[in-house]
């Protein structure tokens, strides 16, 4: 009761927002020690705020083995505490087409690989047919970690991902990307908009260090489907889609899709 009077209080006095995903508690003793009068040994500079170190991270990883080395000990992102395993990428990492999801489930989190679960199901359908399966496509999460209890991921832990999502997709050097629901289809297109009105359209994004922008289209997320049938209409018009591109593809290229 002590706490929600003290959380009431705040809000009438107008912090409605939080600033960092983990409380800092500023009346701890080391908080209050008078400022040291010499001069800490200098330490290496660290960028400041949560988003620039996991940007630091993310750039410091030049193969994909080394970023997934990199989020397996990452902790800076609260997630990493109370998910089981990493759930990062599932498939064929040279095949080109790159499906983007948003968070682990439940089977993701126990089986350490993006949709492991019923919504993975669902997505093997779809995908078969259009006359693909995971071989022909890697699978990554927007979010890789479970956030306990399955919530939703909050801002801040998003933007804490985001850098690493696309230091992926550098590193993959994809020639086609689907965005599986709202929040990789924001991140990849900057946009705060909902993903009924992202959905269905293709557009050109340009993924840090690569030469050229990448077709990218945004589908609603299989586990959103599962939830709402209704869906199902819409996500097989972008499923025909992608196939008509990766056809178009073919046959400018030759590309083995
Ligand atoms: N499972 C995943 O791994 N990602 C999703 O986006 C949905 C289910």
Redesign the pocket.
Known sequence: MDMLAALRLQMEWGADEALDDQPVDRLAPASRAAAPRTAAPAEPARPAGPVARAQAAAEGANTLESLYRTLAGYRECALSATATRL?VA?GNPRAGLVL??????A??DLEG????????VL?DRMLASIGLTRQDLL?V??VPWRPPGGRAPSEAEVQICTPFLWRHLTLLRPHTIVA??A??ARALANRNETIRRLRGRWQAVSVPGLPAPIPALATF???YILRTPAAKKEAWADFVALRRHLDAGMKANGAPV
């Open positions: 759930a599932d983007v999801g948003e968070v682990p489930g089977e993701e690989r993006p949709f492991a679960g019923p919504a993975g997505l699978l999460n927007m599986l629901g929040l990789p997320n299989p586990a």
